[in-house]
T-cell receptor
Framework: AQTVTQSQPEMSVQEAETVTLSCTYD???????LFWYKQPPSRQMILVIR??????QNATENRFSVNFQKAAKSFSLKISDSQLGDTAMYFC??????????????FGKGTHLIIQP | SQTIHQWPATLVQPVGSPLSLECTVE??????LYWYRQAAGRGLQLLFY??????ISSEVPQNLSASRPQDRQFILSSKKLLLSDSGFYLC?????????FGQGTRLTVV
């Protein structure tokens, strides 16, 4: 079974600072996908970024980037120039493409990120 | 574009009462559908998934059941709610890699 661990229950940074959220996972699979989801106070889960395990290049989406270390099974999220709207719960998630729909996401417990003005 | 609707947004139900949460997807056909539960201080836990009409798989044994009467409709049910069923329930759909989530239902069993 796969597990996802987010060791930081809560983080707080000043607006415009850079923050890194950590995530580690455990799996025996070689082909999988990793995601970061954001859940703002509205509770809507929003995909932030995804990484395919077979890609060595780290994914980047505007101010969001990841540091994917496959051997270490680590998948951290870096938010640059943080904004007040980045305040949210951030969940790291893992998926093995088993096909047949049996590919639900395994989530970590989340990190509550607070951006201070 | 695809959208997912989930209702109701909040629900307070007494112990022992039945439950029916509904989720519908628009703008796509034959999606994989999922029900997740988010307990306080925890991540999301996959409860059920469905790859087609009438096809339901359960990830964890529990007091809940799911049904898919139509291609883009997914229903979460219970005959008798328990206090431990309280939580935030999210429906999601997927066709490729990403999963897209509904707005969620906050269920409080009293």
């Amino acid at each position: 079974a796969q597990t996802v661990t987010q060791s930081q229950p809560e983080m707080s940074v000043q607006e415009a600072e850079t923050v890194t959220l950590s995530c580690t996972y455990d799996t025996s699979e070689n082909n999988y996908y990793l995601f970061w989801y954001k859940q703002p106070p509205s509770r809507q889960m929003i995909l932030v970024i995804r990484q395919e395990a077979y890609k060595q290049q780290n994914a980047t989406e505007n101010r969001f980037s990841v540091n994917f270390q496959k051997a270490a099974k680590s998948f951290s999220l870096k938010i640059s120039d943080s904004q007040l709207g980045d305040t949210a719960m951030y969940f790291c998630a893992f998926k093995v493409p088993l096909g047949g729909g049996a590919d639900g996401l395994t989530f970590g417990k989340g990190t509550h990120l607070i951006i201070q003005p | 574009s695809q959208t997912i609707h989930q209702w109701p947004a909040t629900l307070v139900q007494p112990v022992g009462s039945p439950l029916s949460l509904e989720c519908t997807v628009e703008g796509t056909s034959n999606p994989n559908l999922y029900w997740y539960r988010q307990a306080a201080g925890r991540g999301l836990q996959l409860l059920f998934y469905s790859v087609g009409i009438g096809q339901i798989s359960s990830e964890v044994p529990q007091n809940l059941s799911a049904s898919r009467p139509q291609d883009r409709q997914f229903i979460l049910s219970s005959k008798k709610l328990l206090l431990s069923d309280s939580g935030f329930y999210l429906c999601a759909w997927s066709k490729t890699l990403e999963a897209f989530f509904g707005q969620g239902t906050r269920l409080t069993v009293v």
